[in-house]
């Protein structure tokens, strides 16, 4: 039996972003990502059973990354609560960090909308962005926030940032600087109340 070689396996991924993000996922192929890749239609099968197993795999390292990140928030939020500006200045920059690491990823899904995996999987974002927000606010001296409010706060920032990235082009670099760009004045506003709020900082 033939043994999988990573490196064939990375091309196969890094193809299937490029088809992803030039052709959308609905109409890309196995077909298009073998010959992208140089392997045979009948090898790529080896490595992935379909194309959604292929976006999976390029899925789980963003969901993976956001996931970290939110298990610092509360960290970042009660580290400093004399100084709310600085630590609102890191909790948006952190997740730009996030976003500009995974943006080929964060592109595709926003580009999903009427794709049931992805869909299930902006489900799952909402719910671990809610978890945390809840988590946080049950370690501060007032309890700002429930469960509706919490999954509320986390729709709107998912959505939000789905939003900005879709109105722009992947690949012309200007335009999805300017969404970079968008995204970090977005977060920053979404958050800067709740933060104050869960810091317990007067507003």
Do not use: P, W
Request: aromatic share 8%; proline share 0%.
């Amino acid at each position: 039996m033939q043994t999988l070689k990573d490196e064939i396996r990375d091309s196969i991924l890094e193809v299937a972003k490029k088809a992803f993000v030039k052709k959308g996922f609905d109409k890309s192929t196995m077909r298009d990502i073998a010959s992208g890749a140089n392997i045979s239609v009948g090898n790529i099968y080896r490595y992935f059973e379909n194309k959604e197993k292929i976006l999976d795999e390029l899925l789980n390292e963003f969901e993976e990354d956001l996931q970290n990140y939110l298990v610092s928030l509360d960290e970042l939020i009660f580290k400093n609560v004399d100084n709310e500006k600085s630590n609102i200045k890191t909790y948006v920059s952190g997740l730009q960090k996030v976003l500009s690491k995974n943006d080929t990823a964060v592109y595709i899904i926003a580009n999903l909308e009427t794709n049931s995996k992805f869909i299930k999987f902006e489900e799952r974002l909402i719910k671990k962005c809610a978890k945390q927000l809840l988590e946080v606010n049950n370690t501060s001296k007032n309890k700002h926030l429930n469960e509706g409010v919490a999954e509320a706060i986390a729709c709107g920032l998912i959505y939000g940032v789905k939003n900005i990235i879709k109105r722009f082009n992947k690949q012309d670099k200007d335009t999805f600087n300017t969404a970079k760009r968008d995204l970090e004045v977005y977060i920053e506003i979404t958050m800067h109340d709740i933060m104050l709020r869960l810091a317990d900082v007067e507003i």
